[in-house]
């Protein structure tokens, strides 16, 4: 997947509010920016960028991923840690697909 997919998935993972695009006959979608509480194009998405965007979905994940770590449910306990130690780090890039990675899996398993 490239950025703008997994930011896309992302914005899904928080069911952040989408509507189409207005004036427009192509499939685009504008998301609600959890900053501004715009709506902003896919390629605005900053969620591999922005710590500031990327934060609510680490809690997210924390609160939603981490419960299913307890080895039945098949979804790998260092997912979360891998979160961890790059936020720890200061490593967006890292985080970010960290977090990608968590979600891809969480949502296969869920």
């Not at 998301?31 to 965007?53: K, L, Q, R």
Request: proline share 3%; charged share 30%; net charge negative.
């Amino acid at each position: 997947m490239n950025i703008q997919e997994n930011n896309i998935l992302i914005a899904e993972f928080m069911a952040i509010s989408k509507r189409d695009k207005t004036n427009d006959l192509s499939e685009v979608y504008l998301y609600e920016s959890p900053i501004t509480g715009e709506y902003v194009e896919e390629h605005e998405i900053n969620y591999d960028d922005s710590w500031d965007w990327l934060m609510p979905v680490i809690q997210k994940c924390y609160e939603d991923i981490a419960p299913f770590l307890d080895g039945e449910n098949g979804i790998d306990e260092n997912l979360i840690g891998d979160i961890s130690t790059e936020l720890l780090d200061g490593r967006i890039t890292e985080c970010y697909e960290a977090v990608c990675k968590a979600i891809i899996l969480y949502n296969q398993k869920h």
